[in-house]
């Protein structure tokens, strides 16, 4: 079964511009999640999608946004980019099973994205 | 606001040994915990998990302790090898929410040297 993929890997940009990057979950997960990687910060939660529905967000500018399709794959979009945004961003899915204890969530490898 | 804290940024073990790698909480209302294992350049993979119903829970060499009164778990790896030398983070959750949000400690990195 083939994992979490996610485009690009890398990416550099400049300030001001905006970025999109994709995730495809493993076959058959129905939520993905989106986090934030920079030193010293950990892993911060970014937003959660299932079924096509943003469910859950974090405490991010409203320059981070994100959707999800029908076939369950996902993108994240951010606007205006900072300095501040460089980091690595992850991607998460899950089967996400209605009245499970919970739901492991399988990580992608990442995009690294740099803002000059 | 940070729930979930791993205090120890870098924890540097011989071959053999154990190595305890520790996270403290917050929020009460997590019932959930994992540790994640990251290599540079890789997303992280899971390791192990505990249910606050259990205060303990083996898999091999990885074994995670809960201490609910205390808000506290440690993963210990034993014997460590050099192979685990890597990024550790605990996450924690709220179930019964309807999500699978995940929240980070800011992870440490444990070194198992020869």
């Known amino acids: 079964k083939a994992g979490v993929t996610q485009t690009p890997r890398y990416l550099i940009k400049t300030r001001g511009q905006q970025v999109t990057l994709s995730c495809s979950p493993i076959s058959g997960h129905r939520s993905v999640s989106w986090y934030q990687q920079t030193p010293g910060q950990g892993l911060q939660f970014l937003f959660e999608y299932f079924s096509e529905t943003q469910r859950n967000k974090g405490n991010f500018p409203g320059r981070f946004s994100g959707r999800q399709f029908s076939n369950s794959r996902s993108e994240m979009n951010v606007s205006t980019l900072e300095l501040g945004d460089s980091a690595l961003y992850l991607c998460?899915?899950?089967?996400?099973?209605?009245?499970?204890?919970?739901?492991?969530?399988?990580f992608g490898p990442g995009t690294r994205l740099t803002v000059l | 606001d940070q729930q979930v804290k791993q205090n120890s940024p870098s924890l540097s073990v011989q071959e053999g040994r154990i190595s305890i790698l520790n996270c403290d909480y917050t929020n009460s209302m997590f019932d959930y915990f994992l540790w994640y294992k990251k290599y540079p350049a890789e997303g992280p993979t899971f390791l192990i998990s505990?249910?606050?119903?259990?205060d303990k829970n083996e898999d091999g060499r990885f074994t995670v302790f809960l201490n609910k009164s205390a808000k506290h778990l440690s993963l210990h790896i034993v014997p460590s090898q050099p192979g685990d030398s890597a990024v550790y983070f605990c996450?924690?959750?709220?179930?019964?929410?309807?999500?699978?949000?995940?929240?980070f400690g800011t992870g440490t990195r444990l070194q198992v040297f020869p």
């Open positions: 505990i249910s606050s119903i259990k």
């Open positions: 996450a924690a959750s709220a179930t019964g929410y309807n999500t699978d949000k995940l929240i």
């Open positions: 998460a899915s899950s089967l996400s099973i209605l009245d499970s204890s919970y739901n492991e969530q399988f």
